[in-house]
C-alpha cells in the first residue's frame, strides 16, 4: 500500500469514526505514521482527501456494477439488462448490490461518516441525501418508468414503486450497520422482498 492509499485508509477510519469535522489533519498523519508536513506533498487539505476519497468510491462502485453488467446510475443505459432479467437474477443482483454496500470497506466507512456528520454540516447532510436516498430513487424510478413503457411492468407510479423497491433494502442496510449479527436475517427479507415486488409489479406475459 502506497502511502497515498494509507492516508485515504487512515482518514476514512478516523471519519467514520468521530465524523469530518472532528478530525484533523495532524490526527491523520499521525495514524498513516508520518508528519503532518510530510502529509501535505501527497494531499493539500483535509477537504482534498475527502475529494480523493468520493473518487476511490466512484471507481469501486464502477467496477461492482461492470461486474453485475450493469451501468449503475443511468436508467437508460441498463434498461437492456433489466428488460429480461428473470426473477432468481434480479434476487441476485439485489443481493450482491447489498453486500457490496454492507462490506466494502470505503463505503460501508462513508456511509458511517456522513450518518454522524449529517446533523452537523448542511453540505454533508445533502451528499447524505443525494447518495443513499435521491440517487437511487431517481434510477430505481426511471428504470421502473422505462420498464413500464416496454409494458414490462403493471401501470403504477414509477416513483412510488421505487419508494417500495428501496426503502426496505435501506432498512436492513442501516439496520445492518448497528447490529451486524443480523445480516443472515437482512439477506432472507431481502430476497422475499425482491420476490414479492417482482409478483405485485411484474406484467403477467412479459418475458
Known sequence: MT???????????????KGYSAVY????????????PSLYKHYKSKQDIFNAI???????????????????????????????VDEETLVKMGTELF????????VSKFRKMLTIEQFHDFELAALYSKQYVEGPLAYQSGLFYLLGLQNKLK???????????????????????????????????????????NHLYKKEGSE
Open 99 to 106: 453486500l457490496y454496500f454492507l462490506h466494502d470497506e470505503y
Open 25 to 36: 489533519v495532524g490526527e491523520i498523519a499521525e495514524a498513516v505514521g508520518i508528519k503532518a
Open 3 to 17: 502511502t497515498k492509499e494509507k492516508i485515504l485508509k487512515e482518514a476514512l477510519t478516523l471519519f467514520s469514526n
Open 155 to 197: 401501470d403504477n407510479d414509477p416513483n412510488i414503486m421505487a419508494i417500495h423497491f428501496y426503502s426496505p433494502i435501506y432498512l436492513m442496510l442501516t439496520l445492518c450497520d448497528r447490529e451486524p449479527q443480523k445480516e443472515k436475517e437482512a439477506l432472507q427479507i431481502i430476497e422475499q422482498h425482491i420476490r414479492q415486488f
Open 54 to 84: 468520493l473518487e476511490e468510491m466512484k471507481k469501486s462502485y464502477e467496477q461492482q456494477t461492470t461486474q453485475l453488467k450493469m451501468e449503475g446510475s443511468q436508467p437508460d443505459q441498463d434498461i437492456a439488462v433489466f428488460s429480461i
